[in-house]
């Protein structure tokens, strides 16, 4: 694979499918909290555990959110390098931060706000780069 | 146990996050592939591919895990501190897949990792 220096640009598609998989991941893991601290289910390391759980109400939600998160950004990787695509969905680890504050009463401390900072710093700084910087090869 | 499963979500993220990206570059999905009329065509074309196979089997080993560390855990601590991936997947992008880490790059990466260990604190 050549690298080609920040020539290509964002596209809107590339735009609009990391707000996609961003919404499915905070979504996603939302309902999976959910439905977990409202089940008194003890986890051990029996697989038949997990799949009794996979099936109640608001895991079955995250998981099938997570399935379609997983599909998007497998997409994603293939519009946009891996170094790009990390940094800029990592808004979704913020969005569950005050998601677990608002529903579950999570403390936020200021280090998390921070932390919070930090991390749309960080996107700005990534958004000005090209999304992708390899070659790529036609569809199939 | 906690600390366990962070390890083993990191771990197992890193080595699927690699294989996804390696492999959905050397075939693009089209926007237009997409499409619901086109979609299970899509799904089934990324089925026979092996390193996403491969790269689905670490997730799923990441998802179990994270299901276990969220029993165990506040969202808001499981949730960031899995992100210590970031860092480390931004070198391996740069050394494994030669993708162009710019110095905005670099320095955003280093942002979000700050600040995802800050979150977990």
């Not at chain 2, 570059?25 to 196979?53: C, I, T």
């Not at chain 2, 089997?57 to 998802?63: E, K, P, T």
């Amino acid at each position: 694979m050549q690298v080609s220096p920040g020539t290509r640009r964002v596209d809107l598609k590339t735009k609009l499918l990391t707000a996609f998989v961003v919404s499915t991941n905070v979504l996603g893991n939302f309902a999976m909290s959910w439905g977990l601290k409202h089940q008194a289910v003890d986890l051990g390391l029996s697989p038949l555990a997990y799949i009794r759980l996979i099936f109640t109400p608001w895991v079955l939600l995250g998981t099938s959110l997570l399935i379609l998160w997983l599909l998007s950004r497998m997409t994603l990787l293939g519009w946009a390098d891996l170094s790009y695509v990390l940094p800029m969905t990592s808004i979704a680890y913020v969005f569950s931060a005050v998601l677990g504050k608002v529903f579950f009463g999570e403390q936020v401390t200021w280090q998390r706000w921070l932390g919070t900072a930090f991390i749309v710093i960080g996107i700005v700084f990534v958004g000005r780069t090209a999304a992708n910087t390899t070659k790529q090869e036609p569809a199939r | 146990m906690k600390w366990l499963m962070v390890a083993i979500i990191v771990g197992s993220t890193v080595l699927a996050d690699l294989l996804q990206s390696f492999e959905m570059k050397r075939h693009v999905v089209a926007a237009e592939d997409l499409r619901p009329g086109r979609l299970a065509g899509m799904l089934r074309g990324l089925a026979q591919r092996g390193p996403l196979v491969v790269a689905v089997f670490f997730m799923a080993i990441s998802f179990f895990a994270f299901m276990k560390l969220l029993s165990v855990a506040d969202l808001s601590f499981a949730v960031p501190v899995t992100a210590a991936s970031v860092a480390l997947e931004t070198v391996l992008a740069r050394l494994v897949l030669r993708e162009n880490v710019t110095a905005w790059r670099w320095a955003g990466a280093l942002c979000v990792a700050c600040g995802v260990a800050l979150l977990a604190m």
